[in-house]
């Protein structure tokens, strides 16, 4: 999760299933990229072919 005032949030449901623990800072660069990258996608997709292809990443 990405908030407007710069806030990310990441939680790993295996471990952490009830979503106590933010582990977003835990995170190695090249993940939070990744994941800012898809999450991008998804916002900024306006078809279905491109929306359904930005879901089926990483």
Known sequence: ????DGEHEY???TTDPYQ???AY???PAARRTTLHTDL????HCHTDTTCWAAGHTS
Do not use: H, I, V
């Open 25 to 27: 800072d835990t995170l």
């Open 1 to 4: 999760m990405e908030y407007d």
């Open 40 to 43: 991008d996608a998804l916002q």
């Open 11 to 13: 939680y790993d449901r």
């Open 20 to 22: 106590l623990t933010n």
